[in-house]
């Protein structure tokens, strides 16, 4: 009776969206296109597939596999199953709270844009990308609505639950979002100059990993973990409602693979339209409100139509990731209710989740992502770079480095492969073995350092 009380996903299909949901998001779609155009375009992508492979799917197999086997979320699981890292499930929970901070204003950002080319479809006139995005930016009360409007979205997906909410969302959403994305791709190849961008992303060449390997290795790492969404118990609490009957290798391979085609094609959409418009995909953060509006504003009529697709699509991406954010803490709440004989109030928790995660992000968005220079000088850095360097700078690659040294070397792989995945079968075990002990250790500590030093803190 708990476990049924507790929910689980109706499907193993419905695992699979709601995972790939989460995984695919901003990270995808707007981090992606721009990270690879300013770091040597197909360098990058060979980089990022082998670390995908060897490192995200031995962390997401660990995560899944870990929340699946106590049927808790991270704060619990890891209170369960270790003695020395009985804390780290705490860095997960402040983490959601951290990167909903400033996900949900680029969220609502999205939004605007949205509405924006809908209203291009009905005449109005479309403006210049990157004037739209200064005065959104300088604007503390449409910046405020839009966030609103967006965690609001995600709020009631949450408030459905686990079957009723998230997976018949994800069921439908990630289909559509990558019909969506088809049509966007067809457009955007087509489109005069953009061969340039295709040759750029798919050209062999590996000069830019002899200029500065250590710098595109440290940028497509940490890139790779917040695709993946790995780090701070998302895929832990997703995995908590998985049935055991499902494989957990078989899923990680699923989840790793999908999120890797959509940030392609999410490439395949953007860096060539970029190209098309002026010659180059490095326009840093701007790419997806600057560069992509511009190019919508001069395809003449269609421009709207193509503009309220690819905007809206992003949203989807962007929702189905904050609701497993939201998810993990929810979570939390509801196995805390749970262990003292209650059955937890999951609307409720939602809303307040909800709502505290709306205050740190009504900061981000009065404060413009850092536009606003008064509102942050007290601090002495923008509030959107404070949350980012705590979550995923500091707490997620820790927080992957401890389960791995948990799974690798406390429990040990022997015990996680009988114990915690119940000896199900697993194909790719040496590979996992040598991940989970040695590579994801040091790689975490890689990606801890190119952040600290992205943020400046170290030299
Ligand atoms: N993976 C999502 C993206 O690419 C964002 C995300 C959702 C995330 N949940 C996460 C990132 C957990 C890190 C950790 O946009």
């Not at 609502?108 to 739209?132: E, Q, S, T, W």
């Not at 992502?369 to 707490?395: H, R, Y």
């Amino acid at each position: 009776m708990e476990e049924k009380s507790r929910g689980q996903w109706t499907s193993g299909f419905g695992f699979l969206m709601a995972a790939v949901g989460s995984a695919v998001g901003l990270g995808n779609i707007w981090g992606f296109p721009y990270k690879m155009g300013a770091n040597g375009g197909f360098a990058f992508l060979v980089l990022y597939l082998i670390l995908a492979a060897i490192v995200g799917v031995a962390v997401m197999v660990g995560e899944i596999a870990l929340g699946r086997r106590t049927g808790m979320g991270a704060v619990g699981t890891y209170i369960a199953l270790s003695k020395r890292f009985k804390w780290v499930g705490w860095l997960g929970a402040v983490s959601a709270f951290l990167i909903m901070g400033f996900y949900s204003v680029i969220g609502g950002y999205v939004i605007k844009y949205f509405v924006l080319n809908l209203g291009m479809i009905f005449g109005a006139a479309p403006g210049a990308g990157g004037d739209i995005f200064n005065a959104l930016l300088l604007n503390p009360v449409e910046g405020v609505v839009y966030t609103f409007v967006f965690m609001v979205a995600t709020c009631v997906i949450v408030m459905g639950g686990i079957a009723g909410g998230i997976e018949k969302f994800s069921k439908v959403a990630m289909p559509a979002l990558a019909v969506m994305l088809l049509i966007i791709i067809v457009r955007a190849v087509t489109l005069d100059g953009a061969a340039a961008g295709l040759a750029f992303m798919l050209k062999p060449n590996f000069q830019p990993l002899r200029d500065d390997f250590l710098g595109v290795l440290k940028t497509a790492s940490g890139q790779m973990f917040f695709s993946l969404s790995l780090g701070m118990g998302c895929m832990l609490t997703y995995g908590s409602y998985l049935s055991k009957k499902e494989n957990v290798e078989k899923n990680s391979w699923l989840i790793v693979v999908s999120d890797t085609i959509v940030a392609l094609l999410a490439g395949f959409a953007v860096v060539p339209a970029a190209f098309a418009l002026n010659g180059k995909a490095s326009a840093g953060p701007g790419l997806l409100f600057v560069v992509m509006q511009d190019v919508f504003a001069k395809m003449g009529a269609l421009g709207g139509l193509f503009g309220a697709i690819f905007y809206l699509l992003v949203i989807i991406a962007a929702v189905s990731s904050s609701i497993s954010l939201v998810e993990v803490v929810t979570t939390f709440f509801m196995d805390s209710a749970k262990a003292k004989g209650k059955e937890g109030n999951r609307k409720a928790i939602a809303i307040w989740v909800c709502v505290v995660m709306m205050v740190l992000a009504a900061i981000t968005a009065i404060d413009g992502l850092g536009a606003n220079e008064k509102f942050w000088k007290p601090l002495g850095f923008a509030w959107i770079d404070f949350f980012d360097l705590w979550s995923e700078g500091i707490f997620m690659p820790l927080g992957a480095l401890f389960m791995s040294l948990m799974i690798g070397w406390e429990l040990g792989v022997k015990r996680f492969f009988d114990d915690i995945l119940g000896g199900e079968s697993f194909k790719t075990r040496k590979l996992f073995e040598i991940s989970i002990k040695f590579i994801v250790p040091v790689g975490m500590l890689i990606v801890l350092w190119g952040q600290l030093q992205s943020f400046g803190i170290l030299k």
